[in-house]
């Protein structure tokens, strides 16, 4: 029930005046924190990640946040209609009645025969876009992938075809002769003013049913969960949307369908990171291997290949893989590169013997440039 759903803007914890970035950076924030590979077996952490989901399809779409802010959580119900009553009127242009253009059609440049844009209250009007979210592995992020998601969207009800009546009758409206809408004349200190507004018969649908179906209840439409297949290209990043187009709730009076808007969330990968196209990884190698060189083996996204650890290699080094990154979205021939940060691990739990060596080997070689250095300036400073 909406009255039990937490305000979209608490739940992000953002101010209603928050601006689109604002309420994106909050949205990473708070999936970061709650997601489910973050918090496994947490049932508190995993509904309040599918809170933040919601709240964000919401308050990321301009249109649905600006009935949000103005209905509440029912203004962005598909069943929620607050202009006139009537069995149909709740699936205008947007899946919801529209107030505000009757209210601009009876208090303002509402004098003509349309509505604001132009269009008839009856004209063919494209379905809302819908949005869900798609979890993939680091590799299938990388690579593409193709998909199957759950889409909840509006469509045409199966069992009376769309049309909202039980026995397939719909007539034309006799109050506004199938156009949808109403002239009314008023005087106005001494003047002839002439407003339109949806018709109150048939809620600006130009039509009337006497029998309505029993499943969509006379709208014609009805709320579903379908699998939908996504193709999701190589490249694809954290928070960016695949648009599958025609996929979105059905289309009014013939209008097209919306399109379905796929957020991509990534898993995180045991060793690599992300930095645009380029792969970050950590790579430990031996005290010896640092300073005598060595030929290492390095996991890529391709698998492992082979390379020459140059003598005298310092700890935080970083070496270039060329083309071993990301490809760029749509264009599998550029690549990204793969930078290795190497680590020196020090040896630790060194026995008798071996310790005995190394401090042979240090009385050897004397203090390295870079410690000389050091403690040169330190006698400089102080002395």
């Known amino acids: 029930m909406a009255e039990n759903k937490r305000d979209f803007y608490e739940v992000l914890g953002v101010e ?22 973050r918090n496994p077996g947490d049932k508190e952490a995993e509904a309040k990640f599918k809170e933040a989901g919601e709240a964000y399809e919401v308050l990321s779409d301009d249109d649905k946040r600006s009935r949000y802010d ?34 601009s059609d009876l208090f303002g440049g509402g004098f003509g025969g349309t509505r604001s844009g132009g269009a008839s209250y009856n ?23 193709e998909k199957d998601v759950n889409a909840t969207r ?30 009314t004349t008023q005087n106005f200190m001494g003047m002839t003013m002439q407003s339109t507004a949806a018709c109150p018969a048939c809620s600006g649908r130009g039509k009337t049913i006497k029998t309505p179906c ?11 969960t379908q699998k939908v297949n996504v ?30 808007l796929v957020e991509i969330v990534i898993k995180r990968h045991k060793i690599f990171e992300r930095d645009g196209v380029d792969v970050l990884c950590e790579l430990p190698i031996s005290f010896a291997q ?29 070496f270039r893989l060329r083309d071993k990154g990301i490809p760029y979205v749509n264009n599998r021939t550029r690549r990204g590169d793969q930078l290795v940060t190497v680590v020196v691990e020090t040896p630790t739990r060194l026995t008798r013997e071996q310790k005995e060596l190394l401090r042979q080997f240090e009385d050897s070689t004397g203090p390295t440039p870079k410690r000389k250095k050091f403690f040169d300036t330190i006698k400089d400073l102080f002395d």
């Open 16 to 37: 209603k005046t928050a601006s689109a970035d604002e309420i994106k950076k909050a949205y990473r924030k708070a999936a970061m924190k709650y997601h489910p590979d």
């Open 70 to 103: 103005q209905y509440g959580h029912a203004g962005v119900d598909p069943n929620f209609n607050p202009g006139f009553g009537g069995f149909g009127g709740g699936f205008g242009g947007s899946g919801f009645g529209d107030f505000g253009d009757i209210f």
């Open 123 to 145: 004209a063919p009007r494209r379905g809302d876009n819908v949005a869900t979210r798609l979890e993939l592995t680091f590799e299938e992020a990388a690579f593409g992938a």
């Open 154 to 183: 509006i469509e045409n009800c199966t069992k009376c075809s769309g049309t909202g009546s039980a026995d397939g009758t719909v007539e034309t409206c006799t109050r506004c002769g199938g156009s949808g809408q109403v002239r």
């Open 214 to 224: 029993n499943t969509c209840k006379g709208k014609g439409k009805v709320r579903r």
């Open 231 to 260: 193709k999701v290209p190589a490249g694809v990043d954290e928070g960016q949307s695949v648009r599958v187009r025609g996929e979105g709730c059905v289309g009014s009076n013939g209008g097209p369908a919306g399109d379905l």
């Open 290 to 318: 640092a300073a005598l060189g060595a030929k290492i083996e390095v996991p890529t996204l391709d698998g492992k290949v082979s390379y020459d650890i140059p003598e005298g290699t310092q700890t935080g080094t970083t």
